[in-house]
């Protein structure tokens, strides 16, 4: 198979494209041919070193992605439900790497049957995993209520583009993005349905007496502060990601008891694998929010040769939607 091999950590320079065996579904797993592996900035992030202590997560030499589309190519003994040439896409659980391949084995129970769904592949590897972290994060951590409002930073980066989408079929009466460049605050005609998307460093002014029950944070920073600002009382600040990189920023946490408000934290890597049966309730959830159109996630392809130039610009914080990486 090819494969797009991290060799060290460090800049995106450390990739090489290699001829690797084709790796064999063990017990419970299955195997798949790749047509499209989505970017993540955690896969830059984990790329960089960021990560490097942290049990779970792979070692040099190895190849990155944790997100992928296409069809089954092999069954490992025990796997039901699916069959070889089924149309698939997979959730991000840690310890799933292997994604930038032509052919990559997983978990069968992270492999998402797309048969009948009429999602393009693209978008599935784009949007599926995303819409399914969403959907575990905003119903079992921040307990979402229909009628709540709700703010997303970064909104138009990959994983918060899930968001308003899967927020609006839980029932949230209003759903408000932030961008940190006035261009992209323009781009309310984005596809995804929020009601108004405002520069991020304006945040307070922008907002005016608007109040959010739950904010969904995956960039981090400064504005992770300004939040506790425009909570409701009893608001849920949903922490995802850390996008700004800004790995000193530190919360007060006196001003949370002051403002009645509690900060969460939600890793789908490390969730999903502890509770592999939400994967499919999830997953269901996810492609209903894709089906009706509300997680329109802007994708761009790139050849896996190029998977270096994909990880330059994740972490130049300007791709505003997914590269997916076709092999
Ligand atoms: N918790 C989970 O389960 C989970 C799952 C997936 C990803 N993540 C995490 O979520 C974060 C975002 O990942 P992603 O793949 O969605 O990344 P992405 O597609 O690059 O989106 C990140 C967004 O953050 C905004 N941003 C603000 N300051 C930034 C900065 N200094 N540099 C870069 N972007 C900045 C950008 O939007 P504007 O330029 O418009 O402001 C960008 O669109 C990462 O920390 C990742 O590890 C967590």
Known sequence: MHAAVVTRFGGPGVFELKELPDPVPGPGEVAIDVSHAAVGLVDAFIRQGQYKSRPGLPQPPYVPGLEVAGTVRALGEGVEGLRVGEPVVTLSATGADGGYASVTVVDAVFAVSLEGSGVDPALA???VPNAATAHLALTGVAHLEPGER????????????????????????????????????????????????????????????????????????RLRTDTLAVMAPLGRILLVGNASG???????????WGANLALLGFSVGFYLPAHPEQAAPAARAALEAIGRGLVDIRTETLPLAEAAEAHRRIESGQVGGRIVLAP
């Open 125 to 127: 590897a784009a949007a």
């Open 150 to 221: 709700v703010l997303v930073h970064g909104a138009l980066g990959g994983l918060a583009s899930a968001f308003p989408g899967v927020a609006r079929v839980l029932g949230a009466s209003g759903v408000v993005g932030t961008v940190r460049r006035p261009s992209l605050a323009a781009a309310r005609a984005s596809a995804l349905p929020y009601d108004d998307i405002v520069v991020a460093e304006d945040l307070v002014e922008a907002v005016g007496d608007q109040r959010f029950d739950v904010a969904v944070d995956p960039v981090g920073g």
């Open 246 to 256: 800004d790995w000193e920023h530190t919360v007060q946490t006196n001003a949370l």
